[in-house]
């Protein structure tokens, strides 16, 4: 089955590249003979501040980079072909704080760390700045990284809904198989979201449209809070989730890993497969992933049918790293089946009905529970293919870099619901995507640091089945920024400029004599811009300000759709004399550390002119518009205005001993509203997290890292909903308890092993997250509830296998 898939994925995804590959290749050879060619070479230990003993196996990584090594049994690393160039070292291993540094490769070849044990202290970590990497004390505008460890001991079944939980950041959730992210109140095209260097293109107005990311591939996470689109353009104005890979194998070596899982609310079980390696500067990784999960359960719906999904991805990796620079191209392909869970129960027991043929007409059935527990999937359901092709190039001209990079996504997404005619779809979607990005970083001179260039994308998006939600149509846009920063002592400064221009045509569409769609044309320009400061008040203590402009033009869906958007019960309308949203936010923050407690509080206000939103239609009288059986919305606009904030604090009495808590809290009204169509749908509820974690055991022969969390997860009542035209309701408050435990296991010095329970919902409490689309699905008339309750108890069991061997 993988070698199937594989091979269809490299036949179809190289044929569509070939000649996107050919014109970055004889654009970005010419740069490699103005290129850095100096070498320099790099060696030293790594040992533990308690009693100066070898740390094994921690990592020393280069982010500009992308070059790395691990410690050997005496603590030892070595690392050569680098570039004679200043650039930025870290150094970390788990249960310790991370060492950040600058370095000059031209005059440094012996560098020595010692690590301190974890405390309360906040890590030093390199992140994405507005002028490409830098440290994330230097960022005026909140950023939270989420490591590889943290993705290790959460329980979720998608990429999303690991990062869900974080302050600030919440999912809006079509069941257990579609997630898509929302920081601060705003999600869908709101929020961009970055892999393997580009953003991600996939239909991504849609409710029910996921993310398409194995979770796999992901090394760690970025999560950018507010308007971000000085470096990514329209659409990120609440902000940016960018997925990092894992970093490569250092020369010489080859290192990969089988990981599986197991829940046991969901039966949902997963593997992946990974080989990477590192032969002279040449490197390549191959992975290949699937899962599969029939419906979940709680205990107020039994089994949900029809809420299970299958997804499989493969990723091959090959490159070059040398000391000019390196370049990766990486080709991915990704599969998912989620069923759409539409609630249609029986009235008089409340199970959940399924669709049948019978007798060669449509009908329908009790679905049992062998149905629910089956991993085939029912009608309806989605099918989405994305294949991705991304060509990334760093070139170092002295110490400053040249960035080339180039990508090429299709994304196909179906939907099948005909009972009849079950293999033919009816919703077909294909999208294709050419993004690009070249921009020049500049050394650092009298304590400035520049970024300028320009990047966007071309889109040709067709329909392809029987029935439409949207036109055809074809978009370009292209953005030219500028960024720079400073540090002042004391003081560090940052900010830019960006203008935008976004291109869209739409295409004429009869459908049965009748024009569905009118074809128009729409150009949006804007201004975006952003200033900020960070003010060291004393050591391990400091105040963020920062202020910025967002833009946002209106997507296809807001402009033109017309039609039935199955899985969603609503018939949607466009708005074609929609305006872009255009936003300012401001920012404040403080934080301060110290080897026991620490603290941060970040607030924000966020004024947003043209918010575009879905509102229910009604007539004169009253009541609501009805057409094709489904209730009809249409795209209007308002200005609106978002107050709130995160609040966390993590207290250390002792090394072993962590108590992390958090409370994020969104209020988003539109302005100049009755109370009724006040509150802004899909509104995040008060969220708070409380984790207690005891690490059992440090540095151990056999048992390392072993250590067990207690967590509880407490959303407060959301009150504050959009009741006009019963677009919303109420969310009680409810609360989670969480357990988890894991350890790695250590033969020799070395990890073979590392396995982890994580329990959630343990308490299996019956709730609505008030971001669940299910929330309002068919009323049960057996039981007089609304809708479909999430997820009850849950029991996920991870298992890690690494390999590690010398070429």
């Given at each position: ?6 091979g269809t ?9 070939r000649?996107?590959y ?5 654009l970005?050879m010419p ?13 030293g230990?790594?040992t533990?501040?308690v009693?100066?003993s070898?740390?094994?196996?921690a990592s ?5 980079l992308k ?7 005496d603590?030892?690393y070595s690392?050569?072909?680098l ?8 150094v970390?291993?788990?249960?310790h704080?991370?060492i950040?540094a ?17 405390n309360?202290?906040?890590d030093?970590?390199?992140?994405t700045g507005?002028t ?5 004390k230097?960022s ?6 989420v490591?590889?460890?943290?993705l290790s ?7 999303v ?6 302050p600030?950041v919440?999912q809006?959730?079509t ?11 705003l999600g869908y ?6 892999n393997n260097?580009i953003?991600?293109?996939g239909?991504?107005?849609g409710d029910?449209?996921g993310?398409?990311?194995d979770?796999?591939?992901?090394g760690?996470?970025?999560i950018?809070?507010g308007?971000?689109?000085?470096m990514?353009?329209s659409?990120?104005?609440a902000?940016?989730l960018?997925f990092?890979?894992?970093p490569m194998?250092?020369?010489g070596?080859?290192?990969?890993g ?16 990974n080989?990477a ?11 290949y ?7 979940y ?5 039994g ?7 299958r ?5 091959q ?5 040398r000391?000019?620079?390196y370049?990766?191209l990486?080709?991915?392909y990704y599969?998912?089946?989620?069923g ?10 409340g199970?959940?009905?399924k669709p049948v043929a019978?007798d060669?007409?449509?009908g329908?059935?009790i679905?049992?529970k062998d149905?629910a527990?089956?991993?085939s ?10 294949y ?7 070139f ?6 040249l ?5 090429y996504?299709q994304n196909r ?8 005619e079950?293999?033919v779809?009816?919703l077909?979607f294909?999208?294709?995507t050419i ?10 001179f009298?304590g400035?640091?520049i ?10 998006s ?9 036109p055809s149509?074809n978009?370009f846009d292209y953005g030219?920024f500028a960024t720079v920063?400073?540090?002042l ?6 900010g830019g ?5 976004r ?7 009869t459908?049965d004599?009748?024009?569905?769609f009118a074809a128009?044309?729409?150009t949006?320009?804007?201004?975006t811009?952003?200033a900020g400061v ?5 050591d ?5 300000f ?18 039935e958007?199955?899985?969603t019960?609503?018939?949607e309308i466009?708005?074609?004399g ?5 936003s ?5 923050g403080i934080d ?6 620490s ?17 229910k ?7 609501e518009?009805?057409i094709?059986?489904q209730s009809?919305?249409?795209?209007v606009?308002?200005n609106a ?6 609040f966390?604090?993590d207290?250390h009495?002792v ?6 808590n958090?409370f994020s809290y ?5 302005l ?7 509150y802004?749908?899909?509104t ?6 409380s984790?207690?974690k ?5 540095d151990?022969k056999?048992?390392?890292n072993?250590?067990v ?5 407490c959303?407060?009542?959301q009150?504050?909903?959009?009741s006009?035209?019963a677009?919303e ?7 989670l308890l969480?357990?988890?435990?894991g ?13 982890s329970v ?5 308490t299996?409490?019956a709730?609505?997250s008030?971001?669940s ?13 609304t809708?479909?309750y999430?997820?009850?108890r849950?029991?996920?069991?991870k ?9």
């Amino acid at each position: 089955m993988a070698m199937g898939i594989i091979g269809t994925f490299g036949i179809g995804i190289l044929k569509s590249t070939r000649l996107l590959y050919i014109m970055i290749a004889c654009l970005v050879m010419p740069l490699h003979a103005v290129a850095q060619t100096r070498q320099g070479m790099l060696v030293g230990t790594v040992t533990d501040e308690v009693d100066g003993s070898p740390v094994v196996g921690a990592s020393i990584f280069f982010p500009e980079l992308k070059e790395g090594v691990i410690t050997d049994i005496d603590g030892r690393y070595s690392i050569s072909r680098l570039p004679a160039k200043k650039t930025v070292i870290q150094v970390s291993y788990v249960g310790h704080q991370t060492i950040v540094a600058d370095v000059d490769l031209q005059h440094t070849s012996t560098l020595d760390f010692v690590l301190k044990e974890s405390n309360a202290m906040l890590d030093e970590v390199v992140v994405t700045g507005l002028t490409s990497n830098s440290l994330m004390k230097d960022s005026p505008s909140p950023v939270s990284v989420v490591t590889s460890t943290m993705l290790s001991h959460v329980s979720s079944s998608n990429i999303v809904d690991a990062v869900a939980h974080q302050p600030g950041v919440s999912q809006i959730t079509t069941g257990s198989g579609i997630s898509k992210p929302v920081i601060r109140g705003l999600g869908y095209n709101r929020v961009v979201v970055v892999n393997n260097g580009i953003r991600q293109e996939g239909q991504q107005w849609g409710d029910e449209h996921g993310i398409e990311i194995d979770p796999q591939t992901v090394g760690s996470v970025e999560i950018m809070k507010g308007a971000a689109s000085l470096m990514y353009g329209s659409d990120a104005m609440a902000g940016v989730l960018v997925f990092h890979d894992a970093p490569m194998p250092s020369r010489g070596q080859l290192k990969g890993g089988v990981t599986a899982e197991y829940q046991t609310n969901n039966g949902l079980f997963g593997y992946s497969l990974n080989l990477a390696g590192n032969h002279g500067g040449f490197v390549w990784s191959t992975r290949y992933s699937d899962k599969m999960a029939h419906a979940y359960k709680n205990k107020y719906d039994g089994y949900v049918f029809n809420s299970g999904f299958r997804e499989r991805a493969f990723t091959q990796l090959l490159g070059l790293n040398r000391n000019w620079g390196y370049s990766h191209l990486t080709l991915s392909y990704y599969h998912i089946t989620p069923g759409i869970v539409e609630g249609e129960r029986d009235e008089d027991t409340g199970a959940f009905i399924k669709p049948v043929a019978i007798d060669g007409e449509e009908g329908e059935t009790i679905a049992t529970k062998d149905d629910a527990k089956s991993y085939s999937h029912f009608l309806p359901y989605q099918q989405i293919h994305h294949y991705k092709a991304v060509f990334d190039n760093s070139f170092f001209i002295g110490d400053g870099s040249l960035k080339v990079l180039a990508g090429y996504q299709q994304n196909r997404r179906q939907e099948f619901e005909e009972v009849l005619e079950p293999d033919v779809c009816g919703l077909d979607f294909r999208l294709h995507t050419i993004n690009y990005d070249v921009h020049y970083l500049s050394p650092v001179f009298g304590g400035w640091k520049i970024a300028t260039g320009v990047n966007g994308m071309y889109q040709r998006s067709l329909n392809e089945g029987s029935e439409f939600l949207v036109p055809s149509y074809n978009l370009f846009d292209y953005g030219i920024f500028a960024t720079v920063s400073k540090d002042l002592g004391s003081l560090h400064f940052s900010g830019g400029i960006r203008f935008d221009s976004r291109h869209l045509r739409s295409h004429s569409l009869t459908d049965d004599g009748e024009e569905r769609f009118a074809a128009f044309s729409r150009t949006f320009n804007g201004i975006t811009g952003s200033a900020g400061v960070v003010y060291n008040i004393a050591d391990n203590a400091n105040l963020r300000f920062n202020v910025s402009r967002g833009f946002r033009a209106p997507n296809i869906s807001e402009l033109a759709s017309n039609g039935e958007h199955e899985g969603t019960l609503r018939y949607e309308i466009g708005n074609a004399g929609l305006k872009p949203e255009t936003s300012w936010q401001f920012d404040l923050g403080i934080d301060c550390s110290s080897a026991f407690v620490s603290a941060q509080l970040a607030l924000f206000a966020n004024y947003i002119d043209n918010y575009i939103f879905l509102e229910k239609m009604s007539d004169g009288s009253g009541s609501e518009i009805v057409i094709d059986g489904q209730s009809a919305y249409r795209y209007v606009s308002g200005n609106a205005r978002l107050l709130g904030g995160e609040f966390t604090v993590d207290f250390h009495p002792v090394e072993e001993l962590h108590f992390e808590n958090s409370f994020s809290y969104v209020d988003a009204v539109q302005l100049h509203q009755p109370k009724e169509s006040r509150y802004l749908p899909f509104t995040p509820a008060p969220k708070w997290t409380s984790d207690l974690k005891y690490d059992i055991i440090r540095d151990g022969k056999t048992f390392n890292n072993t250590y067990v969390s207690v967590g509880l997860e407490c959303y407060l009542r959301q009150s504050h909903y959009r009741s006009a035209y019963a677009t919303e309701t109420a969310t009680p408050s409810y609360t989670l308890l969480n357990v988890s435990a894991g350890t790695d296991i250590r033969v020799k010095g070395r990890r073979v092993a590392s396995v982890s329970v994580i329990g959630t919902n343990l308490t299996d409490r019956a709730y609505q997250s008030h971001l669940s689309r299910l929330k309002y699905a068919a009323v049960n008339n057996a039981t007089g509830r609304t809708g479909v309750y999430n997820m009850g108890r849950n029991v996920t069991f991870k298992v890690v296998v690494p390999i590690n061997v010398a070429l």
